[in-house]
């Protein structure tokens, strides 16, 4: 990623991690006592804000858009448009509906029997017997429903993050859901402690998931350009190298709205279990790449208002 879009991406980061803050502090109150119909209208507030106060947003999203358009092949008739404002403010709302139905999953109002498992099997089979597996997300729909659901089925779930807020995090799990068994690890760029206790929960039969579809600010991993959406993008590398060393199996892991309250999670293999012989790690984590980033692909074509990278990831290819 170039310096300016390493940027963007970080200003973004501190947007969205300060705003789901402030949701999950107010937003309880007012999703107790307003009606969803009125909510999701509300919504709408808060897209226009950002709508009109962040560039990096509206460059990000116009440009994922225009991708998406043309990963998809030129309209029957006339030359290419570019997305229109409206189809921008339609994703915005669509990330402020996510966070919305995150405040309602944590304070236990969102029925998770709407929610369909595909592929979902794979994870419960291996929870049965003990077997632990990387499973590796993005940021596509909602991935807190991921976690959510390791509480209804009593899966060992860790979660990796890149901040230095982990603390906090185990504390909100535990305030909003006393017992379950999620836990967040902390990966800090300068040290390799994160990557003992990732083997250690795997050694243990337990769940990680890790999001691969972006590199974290302030972090110097490897990163390796791929093709995604019919040019070329970074993504981080360091994940699928991991998962090379570790030999456990390796799962593209999301959840999708397709509908009013309802989610469908999504589980695929990528890679199965066994250790790779170090010569031929570098190959196997790409092989693993192209096969996370079809996956991630396949989501962004079915559902393409659900992908929450609000900057411009690719960098070369201005909005």
């Known amino acids: 990623?170039?310096?300016?879009?390493?940027?963007?991406?970080?200003?973004?980061?501190?947007?969205?991690?300060?705003?789901?803050?402030?949701?999950?502090?107010?937003?309880?109150w007012l999703a107790h006592r307003l009606g969803r119909r009125f909510m999701l209208a509300l919504l709408w507030l808060p897209a226009l804000y950002f709508y009109l106060r962040s560039a990096d947003a509206r460059r990000g999203s116009r440009q994922?858009?225009?991708?998406?358009?043309?990963?998809?092949?030129?309209?029957?008739?006339?030359?290419?448009?570019?997305?229109?404002?409206?189809?921008?403010?339609?994703?915005?709302?669509?990330?402020?509906?996510?966070?919305?139905?995150?405040?309602?999953?944590?304070s236990g109002e969102l029925d998770l029997a709407r929610v369909s498992h595909d592929g979902s099997g794979h994870i419960f089979e291996l929870a049965q017997r003990g077997q632990s597996a990387l499973l590796l997300g993005a940021h596509l729909g909602n991935v807190d429903m991921l976690w959510s659901i390791s509480r209804e089925y009593d899966l060992a779930v860790n979660v990796v993050v890149f901040y230095r807020n982990a603390a906090r995090i185990n504390g909100f799990f535990e305030s909003l859901a006393p017992g379950a068994r999620l836990r967040a690890i902390e990966i800090d760029p300068g040290s390799v402690d994160a990557a003992f206790k990732i083997k250690a929960c795997l050694d243990r039969g337990e769940f990680v998931v890790m999001l691969a579809d972006r590199v974290p600010p302030g972090a110097t991993l490897r990163t390796a350009q791929v093709e995604f959406l019919g040019a070329p993008a970074r993504f981080p590398l360091s994940p699928f190298l991991a998962a090379a060393?570790?030999?456990?199996?390796?799962?593209?892991?999301g959840c999708l709205r397709t509908g009013e309250r309802a989610y469908r999670t999504l589980m695929r293999p990528l890679g199965p279990a066994g250790r790779v012989p170090r010569s031929e790690r570098e190959k196997a984590a790409h092989e693993l790449l192209l096969r996370y980033v079809a996956e991630l692909e396949r989501c962004c074509r079915e559902q393409p208002l659900q992908w929450f990278n609000f900057y411009e990831f690719w960098p070369e290819l201005r909005a």
């Not at 029957?76 to 995150?102: E, K, Q």
């Open 1 to 28: 990623m170039s310096a300016p879009g390493a940027q963007a991406a970080q200003r973004w980061t501190r947007i969205a991690e300060v705003g789901s803050a402030k949701a999950l502090r107010v937003g309880g």
């Open 64 to 106: 994922y858009l225009r991708r998406l358009d043309a990963a998809q092949g030129p309209p029957p008739t006339g030359p290419a448009r570019g997305p229109s404002a409206c189809a921008v403010l339609r994703h915005l709302h669509a990330f402020a509906v996510n966070i919305y139905d995150r405040i309602l999953l944590w």
């Open 245 to 253: 060393v570790l030999g456990c199996p390796v799962y593209f892991a």
